[in-house]
């Protein structure tokens, strides 16, 4: 006995079909794209100092990763040398340290640039940028799921 099959379900049948092909072809590097929480806003708030870094460009697999980072305060002055005092941890172990600051010089309260990183290479499935701020007894800490 024969199934007779409807419109409706053959045009899905050509569109899964389709969509299986694409995504076959496609390579691997160019699906590898941050998800959605890896693009979060972080913020962390200690003695005085509030520190919120975002993920600008983390789901390039090659050139670099940047991290908007953003420091304030009311009372303490902000003269951290972000490229020295900054670290990125992948979750298989490695350590890198930045390629470069863009942004405003140490001094003042407020304070906003951009921290550059190589890819690393393979890519982590997580990362978490560690920054030690002077007087501070432990690192801020922001952590991301790629």
């Known amino acids: 006995m024969s199934e007779v099959k409807s419109p409706h379900s053959v045009g ?6 389709a969509a299986v092909l694409v995504l076959g072809a496609t390579p691997l590097a160019a699906m590898a794209q ?3 929480d890896a693009t979060a806003t972080q913020s962390s708030a200690d003695r005085g100092v ?3 870094v ?7 697999p090659d050139g670099r990763w940047e991290f908007t980072v953003v420091l304030d305060t009311h009372s303490a002055d902000l003269s951290d040398d972000l490229v020295q005092s900054t670290t990125l941890a992948t979750d298989d172990g490695r350590t890198l340290r930045p390629a470069g600051w863009t942004g405003a010089a140490p001094g003042g309260h407020h304070r906003e640039g951009v921290l ?3 890819v690393p290479a393979p890519r982590p499935t997580s990362i978490e940028l560690r920054i030690v701020r002077p007087g501070e007894s432990a690192p801020r800490t922001f ?3 790629l």
Do not use: E
């Not at 975002?54 to 390039?60: D, N």
């Open 12 to 17: 899905i049948a050509a569109w899964v079909t």
């Open 34 to 36: 941050a998800s959605p």
């Open 50 to 52: 509030t520190v919120k």
């Open 54 to 60: 975002t993920p600008k460009a983390i789901a390039s």
């Open 116 to 118: 550059a990183f190589d």
């Open 143 to 145: 952590r991301w799921q």
